[in-house]
């Protein structure tokens, strides 16, 4: 798939767990950095999780011991598994790609070419 297309997301209670799926095409995933990023409802877009060509990640320091980002090349499958839920983890959850890798993957906006349309994770008290 030439556009990221994300899948996964749901409503869940405080404390539980997601994973989060994206396939995209085989041009703008193998080789290339691949990420989330999530939006709240009046907030900016912030990346979460990246992951480059050779297994480099990087993650916001908020969810780092919570959130896992792993990917299955020979699927074009980048997966987001999410323990411990919490609310101010409600948003949109967008899948990035096409992203340069030069030894390390970024987390900005910027860095990135294509993205999903997302998918709502919305977490209850």
């Known amino acids: 798939q030439v556009q990221p297309v994300e899948s996964g997301g749901g409503s869940v209670q405080a404390g539980r767990s997601l994973r989060l799926s994206c396939t995209a095409s085989?041009?703008?995933?193998?080789?290339?950095?691949v990420g989330w990023f999530r939006q709240a409802p009046g907030k900016d877009r912030e990346g979460i999780a990246v992951?480059?060509?050779?297994?480099?990640?990087d993650y916001k320091d908020s969810v780092e011991d919570r959130f896992t980002i792993s990917k299955d090349v020979a699927k074009n499958e980048l997966y987001l598994d999410m323990k411990s839920l919490r609310p101010e983890d409600s948003a949109t959850y967008f899948c990035?790609?096409?992203?340069?890798?030069?030894?390390?993957?970024?987390?900005?906006?910027?860095?990135?070419?294509?993205w999903g349309q997302g998918t709502q994770v919305t977490v209850s008290s």
């Open positions: 085989r041009d703008i995933f193998n080789d290339h950095c």
């Open positions: 992951i480059g060509s050779e297994g480099y990640t």
């Open positions: 990035a790609a096409g992203g340069v890798d030069r030894w390390i993957c970024g987390r900005q906006i910027s860095d990135y070419t294509f």
